[in-house]
T-cell receptor
Framework: DGGITQSPKYLFRKEGQNVTLSCEQN?????MYWYRQDPGQGLRLIYY???????QKGDIAEGYSVSREKKESFPLTVTSAQKNPTAFYLC?????????????FGDGTRLSIL | SQQGEEDPQALSIQEGENATMNCSYK?????LQWYRQNSGRGLVHLIL?????REKHSGRLRVTLDTSKKSSSLLITASRAADTASYFC???????????FGTGTSLTVIP
């Protein structure tokens, strides 16, 4: 079955450490997204990518970095510059260029500070 | 911010009752989508309504859109305990590939 896989499900970060969240999709979607979810604030866009080797900042990109070397993969790195990284991180993908298509989501990674 | 707002923030009903939640947005949209999220899981797409549509049905779900009021509502009829989840609206403001999510409504259906 096609879908989006996020790993790990739970992740712990130490002070000053960078951590990378994995997102892989086999839906053949061009566009991929990373969102951060905090309680009571809904989803906020961190980064998105419409095509391989290209990505755009979302509303809250500071302290995060991404790469898009393969169509299937869009990893997110939470850097030590992100001072409040504790949140639920969601990856999504969709067909590029057709706005009347929904996003498909993975099951998230919950990041906590040690 | 383009982020929409939903109300109520939380809703608790008895099984068999109908549940209505609302979403408001600020600027013109191409379409509006509703998603469901079970606790600790990703979002699942429920229904998409285009700006030139006023009402759409899918099973027990009914979505309405009033572009003059910049608002949408999601009605779940004959609710079940399994409908307990958070529900989010998301809007496409003609960017084609970027969506703005509301703050969500937490629905609890009591058996």
């Amino acid at each position: 079955d096609g879908g989006i896989t996020q790993s790990p499900k739970y992740l712990f970060r130490k002070e000053g450490q960078n951590v990378t969240l994995s997102c892989e999709q086999n839906l053949n979607h061009d566009a991929m997204y990373w969102y951060r979810q905090d309680p009571g604030q809904g989803l906020r866009l961190i980064y998105y990518s419409q095509i391989v080797n290209d990505f755009q900042k979302g509303d809250i990109a500071e302290g995060y970095s991404v790469s898009r070397e393969k169509k299937e993969s869009f990893p997110l790195t939470v850097t030590s510059a992100q001072k409040n990284p504790t949140a639920f991180y969601l990856c999504a993908s969709k067909v590029y260029g057709n706005s009347n298509q929904p996003q498909h989501f993975g099951d998230g990674t919950r990041l906590s500070i040690l | 911010s383009q982020q929409g707002e939903e109300d109520p923030q939380a809703l608790s009903i008895q099984e068999g009752e109908n549940a209505t939640m609302n979403c408001s947005y600020k600027t013109s949209i191409n379409n509006l989508q509703w998603y469901r999220q079970n606790s600790g899981r990703g979002l699942v797409h429920l229904i998409l309504i285009r700006s030139n549509e006023r009402e759409k049905h899918s099973g027990r779900l009914r979505v309405t859109l009033d572009t003059s009021k910049k608002s949408s509502s999601l009605l779940i009829t004959a609710s079940r305990a399994a409908d307990t989840a958070s529900y989010f609206c998301a809007t496409d403001h003609f960017t084609g590939n970027q969506f703005y999510f509301g703050t969500g409504t937490s629905l609890t259906v009591i058996p």
